[in-house]
């Protein structure tokens, strides 16, 4: 009898330590773009995932910069096929490297917050979240004299109060198209992840990669293949604000 109970004890414990993983997952899944008010939000116009244009056009965006050793090879590559790119950067990034902010800048692409610290679980609070996304406003600002207009969440974040303070704020949130997301933060074969990101070319996608964080060499030699090849194909490659002024067109 005592057995009896003791399995079922174990049992019960598996089963609510399986339900706490399960819930944890799915809050995060659903505030990782995924929100279900996301379709409406986008209506709004207050979330851009992509833009509907008949244009060859495509918005390079490159996440969780600035970075010393990728970011000058990114812009290198982007003058060099005369292309431009928006920067989601980071604030504390911004504050320890303020000339490649300028360099950006100078070279005529566009710079969007991605938020101050990186730190995804902050967003689960409001006020945190709120006060992160200004310190990196700030920061990058008083930089480039220039307050960006485009928000992208760490982690593709998403919440109610989130969105209503970027339409208080009146900044436009940015995520990605959901298949232009190539995971080049992990990828391992430069070719590879060039052959995906041609073969899945589409007017008006918002293509998400990385010039923060650690081995960006694959991500950089595949960029050197993918912009003479899409550039070949006829396409331009414009800022998110370019981008999403040419909608419907
Ligand atoms: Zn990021």
């Not at 990114?74 to 096929?81: A, D, G, M, S």
């Not at 490297?97 to 101050?116: A, M, N, R, T």
Request: hydrophobic share 40%; with cysteine; aromatic share 10%.
């Amino acid at each position: 009898m005592i057995e009896i109970i003791v399995v079922l004890r174990r049992n019960s414990i598996v089963m609510f330590l399986f339900a706490c993983c399960f819930f944890a997952i799915a809050f995060e899944v659903y505030n990782l773009a995924l929100h279900p008010n996301l379709e409406e939000w986008r209506e709004q116009g207050l979330v851009v995932s992509s833009v509907d244009t008949k244009q060859k056009v495509v918005a390079l965006t490159f996440d969780d910069g600035p970075n010393p050793d990728a970011t000058p090879e990114v812009l290198n590559l982007l003058q060099k096929y005369e292309a431009r790119a928006t920067f989601f950067v980071l604030g504390m990034y911004a504050e320890k490297y303020p000339e490649l902010i300028k360099s950006i800048q100078y070279q005529g692409h566009e710079i969007g917050s991605h938020g101050y610290s990186h730190n995804i679980r902050q967003y689960n609070n409001p006020q945190l979240a709120r006060s992160d996304v200004k310190r990196s406003l700030m920061a990058i600002a008083s930089i480039s004299g220039i307050r960006p207009r485009l928000l992208r969440p760490p982690g593709g974040f998403l919440s109610r109060d989130l969105v209503s303070y970027c339409r208080d704020e009146k900044l436009t949130i940015v995520t990605w198209t959901w298949n232009a997301d190539y995971k080049d933060w992990k990828a391992v074969n430069s070719c590879l992840l060039a052959k995906q990101i041609i073969t899945g070319v589409e007017p008006g996608q918002i293509i998400l990669l990385h010039d923060g964080g650690e081995n960006r060499e694959v991500m950089i030699n595949a960029l050197s293949l993918v912009l003479p090849s899409l550039s070949k194909m006829g396409y331009e490659f414009v800022t998110v604000s370019e981008l999403m002024a040419l909608k419907n067109q």
